[in-house]
């Protein structure tokens, strides 16, 4: 299996300074942004710096180097994509999809743009941001039925869509997501599950509650989600170690496979009083599999 990215850190395009210091970053995957983090004014600066950041190789080791580009229902995207691919990033973040038609649309700018630069057909991967206003929300059942062999990961936010529905708050009284996002959230899980591709959790904004990130992010994998976006350098760390299968896990894995070896034609096998079927293999497999991407990765 491909190591699934687990954290994402995402980098202002048009910081030199923050630019350089994600250089030693453990995170899975760095995003160089050109979208919310980035003024008008400096669209054009920040296409060149992270240009120049791309074709330096930066990073920690099993770092992959992705773009936030610009919505593509803006010229700003097409821009962006033709300044950056040169640098052969791992893939594309896209911001504001509405739908599938959205990824297929950036899909085909990569497809003639990795043409121009004499790179493989479908090298750079996409991750759809695809719940930012009711419609894309709405529209999270249609990526199951989509031919998008680029697309790799689905996330989603809170902030964007509760004001394109005109909400007061996105938190209830008690500071929790509100049913409506809480129902957006479990949408996309769904929806990218569906397609057999990356689940990734929106961001936790209090950078400084490291214990609340842990919280959060075990929650989350228990739930099926694959990794979580990063604000801040401090929450990687967090991010990657609450995606990652513990040493219990491996283990109780190892002992689920054996069980079903020692008896193949069975259907069912009892472990430390409890019965086991198919469900229970699959996921000792997974769960395997997914230690010895990480391992890869490293």
């Not at 400096?42 to 296409?47: D, E, F, L």
Request: net charge negative; with cysteine; aromatic share 4%.
């Amino acid at each position: 299996m491909r190591s699934p990215v687990r954290s994402l850190l995402f980098v202002p395009g048009d910081s030199e300074r923050k630019l350089e210091k994600s250089a030693g970053s453990r995170a899975d995957a760095l995003v160089f942004d050109l979208e919310d983090s980035v003024t008008q004014a400096r669209k054009q600066v920040a296409r060149e710096m992270v240009a120049a950041h791309l074709g330096s190789g930066a990073g920690g080791p099993g770092t992959e180097q992705w773009v936030r580009i610009n919505p593509v229902s803006t010229p700003q995207a097409l821009e962006d994509l033709a300044a950056i691919v040169p640098g052969r990033p791992a893939g594309i973040v896209l911001p504001k999809a509405e739908g599938p038609a959205d990824v297929a649309r950036v899909g085909n700018y990569l497809d003639v743009l990795e043409v121009r630069e004499g790179l493989p057909r479908g090298r750079i991967r996409i991750i759809a941001v695809a719940t930012e206003t009711a419609r894309a929300s709405l529209n999270l059942h249609r990526y199951a039925e989509a031919e998008l062999p680029r697309l790799t990961g689905l996330t989603w936010g809170a902030e964007d869509v509760s004001a394109d529905i005109g909400a007061a708050s996105n938190k209830d009284n008690d500071g929790r997501l509100a049913l409506t996002y809480r129902v957006i959230r479990s949408l996309a899980l769904l929806a990218a599950r569906s397609c057999g591709i990356e689940a990734i959790d929106t961001v936790y904004p209090d950078f400084r509650d490291l214990d609340g990130l842990r919280e959060t992010c075990i929650a989350a994998c228990r739930e099926g989600f694959t990794g979580c976006a990063a604000i801040h350098p401090a929450q990687v760390d967090v991010i990657n170690e609450a995606y990652s299968p513990t040493a219990e896990a491996v283990e109780y894995a190892k002992r689920v496979l054996a069980a079903f070896a020692a008896d193949p034609e069975a259907g069912t096998v009892g472990l430390d009083g409890k019965m086991l079927d198919k469900p229970h293999l699959v996921q000792a497999q997974k769960v395997l599999a997914m230690r010895d991407a990480l391992a890869e990765r490293r």
